[in-house]
C-alpha cells in the first residue's frame, strides 16, 4: 500500500506515472438525467469543472440545477495519467476530485453555477474538507474561458470579503486553466453515486451526515 500524501503535493519524483489508457470504461448515460457523460454534448453548450471535497454530494448539488444537462465525476488538477480512485486517495497523483457539469447558458448561468460552488463548501481548509483529509479534497476552479476565469476570480474575491467580515481566514481555493489540466472520469460505482446509494456519504462541508 502506498504511503499516503495529506499535507502537501507530491514532488516530480513522487508522483505516480500512470498510464496511456483508462483501466475502466465510464457508462454512456447519467442514472438521474438520461444524458451522455462523455459527449457530444449539444452545440452551445458549456462546460464548469468544480472541486470543493467529496465529490458524491457536489455531483447531486449539480444535477439537481436547472439548466445542468449533465454531471460526472472524476479527477483533475494532477500529473497522473488515468489514474483510479485508490491513486487518487493516496496524494500521490495530485489530482482533486471534481465534477463536471456541462450547462446551457441561456438556462442556467456560469454565476449560478459558482454561487452554488462557493456556498457547497468551505473554500478555507487548505487540503481538507470537514473530516476529509488530503490534497485530494482541496478547492479548485478550473475555467474553460478568460470568462470563467475572471467570473471566478471576482466571485472568490467576493466572497473572502464577506468572509473577513464575519471573522472567518483566507480562501484556499484554486483558479486554473481547464486546458492546462486534463480531467479523467472517475470509475462507474462513483458515477451519481448518491442515486445508486440515497443513503450514502455526501460529504458536503465534510459533516459526514445525509445532506440535500
Known amino acids: 500500500m502506498l504511503n499516503a500524501l495529506t499535507d502537501r503535493l507530491p514532488a516530480p519524483g513522487e508522483a505516480l506515472p500512470g498510464r496511456p489508457e483508462p483501466m475502466f470504461s465510464v457508462p454512456e448515460t447519467h442514472t438521474v438525467l438520461g444524458t451522455r457523460l462523455l459527449g457530444p454534448y449539444p452545440e452551445g453548450f458549456e462546460t464548469a469543472d468544480f ?4 465529490f458524491w454530494g457536489a455531483e447531486r448539488r449539480f444535477w439537481r440545477t436547472p439548466g445542468v444537462w ?17 491513486e487518487v486517495a493516496s496524494g500521490r497523483t495530485g489530482h482533486a476530485e471534481t465534477v463536471r457539469a456541462v450547462f446551457d447558458p441561456s438556462k442556467v448561468t456560469y454565476g449560478t453555477l459558482l454561487k452554488l460552488f462557493w456556498e457547497s463548501h468551505d473554500p478555507t481548509q487548505g ?32 466572497y473572502q470579503r464577506a468572509l473577513t467580515d464575519a471573522g472567518f481566514g483566507a480562501v484556499t481555493t484554486e483558479i486554473v486553466s481547464a486546458e492546462a ?25 465534510g459533516t459526514g451526515i445525509r445532506c440535500p
Do not use: W
Open 51 to 54: 472541486a470543493l471535497g467529496c
Open 70 to 86: 449533465t454531471t460526472l465525476v472524476g479527477f483533475q488538477g494532477g500529473t497522473t495519467a488515468h489514474p483510479i480512485s485508490e
Open 127 to 158: 487540503f481538507r474538507q470537514g473530516n476529509d483529509v488530503g490534497t485530494y479534497c482541496r478547492s479548485m476552479v478550473f475555467h474553460h474561458s478568460s470568462a470563467q476565469k475572471a467570473a471566478a476570480e471576482e466571485t472568490r474575491d467576493a
Open 181 to 205: 489540466f486534463p480531467f479523467y472520469p472517475g470509475e462507474a460505482r462513483h458515477q451519481q453515486y448518491l442515486d445508486k446509494n440515497p443513503g450514502g456519504y455526501c460529504g458536503l462541508g
